[in-house]
């Protein structure tokens, strides 16, 4: 049976909901995984500029501990990707973030833009892997996969415009 998502007081008592619902914006009442692309994409920005390697780290962190995080949030509301567990979007923005071509404003706002086309959109294989797979690896490895799409037109837009 399905449940809402935990008040921000149950995530302030309990650190992996605060991490699994994206320090609060998984509680947004609209576009809540728009709304935690965008706080992990200002996570990520300082992270990309000032140390890379930190930024890098925290992905692999992020990806090691993410099925946990992620099957805490499905076991409080009881949904198996509840719209409000963000820390999937989170990492996966980071991750376009941190192997965007450059760390502009239209690169970050691109790579922003393609993850959550592809997030929304979930073209195949990231569908059929969705409806066959679950828990918290599941939750995790769609946005993995749509960061991947994200990333790839990304760069393919980069490599036609500098072709020569």
């Given at each position: 049976?399905?449940?809402?998502?935990?008040?921000?007081?149950?995530?302030?008592?309990?650190?992996?909901?605060?991490?699994?619902?994206?320090?609060?914006?998984?509680?947004?009442?609209?576009?809540?995984?728009?709304?935690?692309?965008?706080?992990?994409?200002?996570?990520?920005?300082?992270?990309?500029?000032?140390?890379?390697?930190?930024?890098?780290?925290?992905?692999?962190?992020?990806?090691?501990?993410?099925p946990q995080l992620c099957q805490a949030g499905i076991d409080v509301t009881?949904?198996?990707?509840?719209?409000?567990?963000?820390?999937?979007?989170?990492?996966?923005?980071?991750?376009?973030?941190?192997?965007?071509?450059?760390?502009?404003?239209?690169?970050?706002?691109?790579?922003?833009?393609?993850?959550?086309?592809?997030?929304?959109?979930?073209?195949?294989?990231?569908?059929?892997?969705?409806?066959?797979?679950?828990?918290?690896?599941?939750?995790?490895?769609?946005?993995?996969?749509?960061?991947?799409?994200?990333?790839?037109?990304?760069?393919?837009?980069?490599?036609?415009?500098?072709?020569?």
């Amino acid at each position: 049976m399905s449940r809402p998502a935990p008040s921000w007081s149950r995530l302030q008592e309990e650190p992996a909901l605060m991490l699994a619902f994206g320090f609060g914006s998984g509680l947004s009442p609209k576009a809540p995984g728009t709304v935690g692309t965008l706080v992990g994409l200002l996570l990520a920005i300082p992270v990309a500029l000032w140390q890379p390697w930190l930024g890098w780290a925290a992905v692999v962190l992020g990806v090691i501990f993410g099925p946990q995080l992620c099957q805490a949030g499905i076991d409080v509301t009881g949904v198996e990707d509840h719209p409000g567990i963000v820390w999937d979007e989170m990492v996966a923005i980071w991750l376009v973030t941190l192997a965007l071509p450059a760390q502009t404003p239209l690169w970050w706002l691109a790579g922003f833009a393609a993850f959550r086309f592809f997030d929304i959109l979930k073209p195949p294989p990231i569908m059929q892997l969705e409806r066959i797979s679950h828990g918290g690896w599941a939750v995790m490895m769609d946005d993995l996969m749509a960061a991947i799409y994200a990333l790839g037109v990304v760069w393919g837009v980069h490599l036609w415009l500098l072709a020569p």
